[in-house]
């Protein structure tokens, strides 16, 4: 029998702990954990996300601000933004919603994040800590963190297990397999070339699909038991929805729950999660800031 992992669930659960959290904080400190965002205004995914992220900063108590960018703005206009945050000692955590407009060269703009204020973990530097052994980054990425929070409640052990992780991007499939192999398993990456992926995923306890390709990975390809974490979010034609679509994940949702141990629903398990560890991150942020000012 399959167990759904409910990220739902276990999102509202953790976010209702930091919500008391940043109450304590404000009693203490005077002022809510701050948020910025630096966003395109063109992009109706960006949007989405964004009032999603907004919205879930004020349930738990958090303030958030948005620097809107034109699609067609310059470099520099952007960066500007940046450092306005960095500048900024109410803003405790900078997020830049990728992607920006084409033009702009997104690595330097998540450079100029302060270290301090890194909570979406892309700074090179933080990426550099999660690659190497013996370090911790201050932030780790929030997709990533919020599906080892789910493995984590499966109870199933990492430490040893074989992880196949499907997709290489910054900000998922490679910090997903850093924070794996920091947790022990024996990560294997595979992308676009790798040759015989459902062999690959065969020998695989853990699988983390994050590709952008609906219901990609199937039931066949996958090990008795194993644990599905399913990152996916692709928008497919539906016409007996009233919007006349749905989303759906990069896993074959039926095929694979009538193999698999343990699986995330699409929508409903990694999406919640990303949005609850970005709220860990910024309220991480702001005690870090806090208790410096103290120090
Ligand atoms: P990218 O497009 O940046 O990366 C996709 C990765 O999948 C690439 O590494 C690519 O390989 C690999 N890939 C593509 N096609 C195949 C294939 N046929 N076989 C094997 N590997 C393949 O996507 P993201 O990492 O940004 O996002 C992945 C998915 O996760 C998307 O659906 C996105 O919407 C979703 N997402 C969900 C979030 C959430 O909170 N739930 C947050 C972020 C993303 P190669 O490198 O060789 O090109």
């Known amino acids: 029998m399959v167990t759904i992992l409910d990220g739902r669930a276990v999102a509202q659960r953790l976010q209702a702990g930091i919500a008391v959290e940043v109450a304590a904080f404000k009693q203490r400190y005077g002022a809510a954990p701050g948020l910025g965002v630096v966003m395109a205004g063109d992009n109706p995914?960006?949007?989405m996300y964004v009032k999603m992220k907004r919205r879930a900063c004020a349930e738990v108590g958090m303030e958030?601000?948005?620097?809107?960018?034109d699609a067609d703005t310059s470099q520099a206009a952007v960066e500007q933004r940046v450092q306005a945050y960095n500048d900024n000692p109410a803003v405790h955590g900078i997020l830049v919603q990728l992607p920006?407009?084409?033009?702009?060269?997104e690595e330097r703009v998540l450079g100029l994040v302060s270290l301090a204020?890194?909570?979406?973990?892309?700074?090179?530097?933080?990426?550099g800590a999660l690659a190497m052994k013996g370090r911790e980054p201050t932030f780790a990425p929030a997709t990533p963190s919020g599906c080892m929070v789910l493995l984590q409640e499966t109870g199933v052990p990492i430490r040893g297990a074989n992880a196949v992780v499907i997709g290489r991007s910054n900000i998922v499939g490679l910090p997903m397999a850093l924070l794996?192999?920091?947790?022990?398993?024996?990560?294997?990456?595979?992308?676009s070339r790798t040759r015989d992926l459902p062999a690959v995923?065969?020998?695989?306890?853990?699988?983390?699909?994050?590709?952008?390709?609906p219901e990609f990975v199937r039931g066949d390809?996958?090990?008795?038991?194993?644990v599905v974490?399913?990152?996916?979010?692709?928008?497919?034609d539906d016409p007996t929805q009233e919007k006349g679509y749905r989303y759906v994940g990069d896993v074959a949702y039926d095929e694979a729950a009538a193999v698999a141990g343990w699986i995330t629903k699409v929508p409903g398990g990694v999406g919640p999660m990303t949005i609850t560890m970005l709220l860990q991150n910024t309220l991480k942020a702001a005690r870090r800031s806090a208790e410096g000012q103290e120090g």
């Open 45 to 47: 995914a960006s949007q």
């Open 64 to 69: 958030s601000l948005v620097a809107l960018v």
């Open 100 to 105: 920006l407009p084409r033009h702009i060269d």
């Open 117 to 127: 204020k890194d909570v979406d973990g892309f700074h090179p530097v933080n990426i």
């Open 180 to 191: 794996l192999l920091k947790a022990d398993a024996t990560v294997t990456m595979c992308h």
């Open 201 to 213: 995923v065969r020998q695989a306890d853990i699988v983390v699909a994050a590709i952008g390709q």
């Open 221 to 226: 390809w996958l090990k008795p038991g194993c």
């Open 229 to 236: 974490i399913d990152v996916g979010t692709n928008r497919v």
